[in-house]
């Protein structure tokens, strides 16, 4: 899928800034000042001077939160950012509404009680950031996620991405239908990506701790429409009544559904 890079400029802005730098300078930022998250609801919010709140732009992590203070900038942190800074990353320590710092297995609990597909999920968005993707809610798109290959100042997105767990069939219930496939695809076709699944197999471990993601894995299917009639090379014009098929494709491999 070719690159949509925003303006002409754009890609070597991004190979000059790689996000993997970016992050390793969030993080190293994060460490020293002790960062501190506050658990609120289904979010982290954390508060930032300048010149972090400038690399959590960047990086883009969060969401700008307006507010009166000069001195504090203010950032909404999902369940996923917030997790990832705190247990893959180490950089972020988060406390909860008591002001009590709370340790890992704390934090899982408290996710997992506040959304009972956390550890697919994060385990999802984990797979996609450490491969430096940013990762960002799909709702608009109808997807669970979308990820840009930089900054979305730079790029658009390239997927949209679903989550699917192989254990559970409730993860995602819009896949199992064919009828809720093609539609996903007609909606990702509208908006230019491509429909990434990312399936996510426990391998028999349950999710008593995060230390059960090491023993996850994550297979990786994209999933387009393919219209005959537009690769036909006398006849370029596609018939709106034409039947399309599904291209399933998972690493070399593509399957016909």
């Known amino acids: 899928m070719a690159r949509k890079w925003k303006a002409k400029d754009a890609e070597a802005k991004a190979l000059a800034d790689p996000m993997s730098k970016i992050v390793l300078q969030l993080q190293s930022s994060l460490i020293q000042s002790e960062a501190r998250g506050i658990l609120c609801g289904c979010s982290v919010l954390l508060a930032a001077e300048e010149e972090q709140a400038h690399l959590l732009g960047r990086a883009y992590f969060g ?7 000069k001195d504090k900038r203010w950032f909404q942190l999902d369940m996923e950012e917030a997790f990832f800074l705190c247990y893959s990353l180490k950089c972020l320590k988060i406390v909860g509404e008591d002001k009590r710092p709370k340790d890992v297995q704390e934090l899982w609990q408290y996710m997992k009680s506040k959304k009972a597909a956390f550890p697919d999920f994060y385990k999802a968005y984990s797979h996609l950031r450490l491969k430096n993707w940013v990762v960002r809610p799909g709702f608009k798109y109808g997807a669970d996620f979308v990820a840009y290959r930089h900054h979305p100042n730079l790029v658009h997105s390239d997927y949209a991405v679903l989550v699917s767990s192989e254990e559970d069939g409730e993860a995602n219930g819009r ?8 539609g996903t695809l007609r909606l990702c076709l509208g908006v230019v990506k491509t429909l990434l699944v990312l399936s996510i197999s426990k391998n028999g471990h349950d999710a008593a701790s995060p230390s059960c993601l090491e ?3 994550v297979d990786e299917r994209t999933v387009s429409r393919w219209v005959p009639e537009q690769g036909r090379e006398d006849d370029t014009s596609v018939d ?4 399309s098929i599904t291209v399933v494709e998972s690493g070399t491999s593509s399957v016909i559904v």
């Open 175 to 182: 896949l199992r239908v064919w009828s809720d496939i093609h």
């Open 63 to 69: 969401d700008r939160v307006i507010n009166a203070e």
């Open 215 to 217: 023993n996850y894995t």
């Open 240 to 243: 709106v009544e034409s039947p």
